[in-house]
């Protein structure tokens, strides 16, 4: 295959290009926002999971806590009752009193053995309350450090994909005046030999492999017409002539 120096210098360019393209992708994918966002949101879903908790723990609490207040007031209203009836005087009999009397003491003794369960309830809930208080001001933390790192990672990748776009058009018009058996064979190279398809002849070593040329490779270069597209004879990459080539 033959093409003029000049098309095989543009599609170094195509080539440096590409890298370019290839490097600006990888930095999409890299940016570090992705990590700490993925880290943050695992922080922010055991958090989660632990104020659901706190808040069902405080939600049974509570109603553990009604049911024993409602427990204390039957308790109380009976006693009530007891005293009236014992304040009343309607009660003669002497074993009616006596019986009214230990009923009443007996739900005193109920009544306070109640209020300490209340109480105790109480205790469980509002450390229930002071848990979840603390849980949601977490979540609220950790979220507005998910919100920071995703809007840092947009701005950068906004940045990104606008270098993406100017690299995309320049190589666009490069590759529209490479020849096009040219630039499909470089295309087929660079798929199969991770990305570079064309490398330059540098001081006799070629840029793609990174290996030096033998002399009899280097006589063969000096030979060959300015116009032969040439291939690395170690990694078969097109092999580019400049004046840095060292010939």
Not at 85 to 100: H, Q
Not at 146 to 168: P, Y
Not at 216 to 239: G, H, K, S, W
């Amino acid at each position: 295959m033959n093409a003029a120096p000049a098309d095989q210098i543009r599609l170094l360019d195509v080539q440096g290009l590409d890298l370019r393209l290839s490097q600006l992708a990888h930095k999409r994918r890299s940016l570090p926002e992705h990590t700490e966002i993925d880290t943050q949101n695992a922080d922010l879903v055991q958090l989660r999971d632990l104020l659901v908790a706190a808040q069902t723990e405080e939600s049974d609490t509570a109603r553990e806590q009604t049911k024993a207040e409602q427990d204390v007031d039957q308790v109380r209203q009976r006693a009530a009752r007891d005293q009236q009836r014992l304040d009343s005087g309607a009660v003669t009999s002497p074993k009616d009193l006596e019986n009214l009397q230990h009923e009443i003491a007996s739900l005193a003794k109920r009544q306070g053995a109640l209020e300490d369960v209340v109480l105790e309830v109480m205790e469980r809930r509002e450390s229930a309350q002071d848990r979840a208080r603390e849980l949601t001001g977490r979540v609220e933390s950790v979220q507005a450090k998910v919100s920071d790192a995703v809007a840092r990672r947009d701005a950068a990748q906004v940045e990104i994909d606008a270098e993406i776009a100017r690299a995309t058009k320049e190589r666009e018009v490069l590759a529209a005046s490479v020849p096009a058996d040219l630039l499909k064979l470089y295309e087929k190279l660079r798929s199969q030999q991770g990305g570079v398809g064309a490398a330059r002849l540098f001081q006799r070593r070629c840029e793609g492999c990174r290996l030096e040329l033998n002399i009899t490779e280097v006589n063969e270069v000096r030979a060959a017409a300015p116009d032969e597209v040439l291939r690395c004879e170690n990694c078969r990459r097109i092999l580019v002539r400049t004046p840095e080539s060292g010939l």
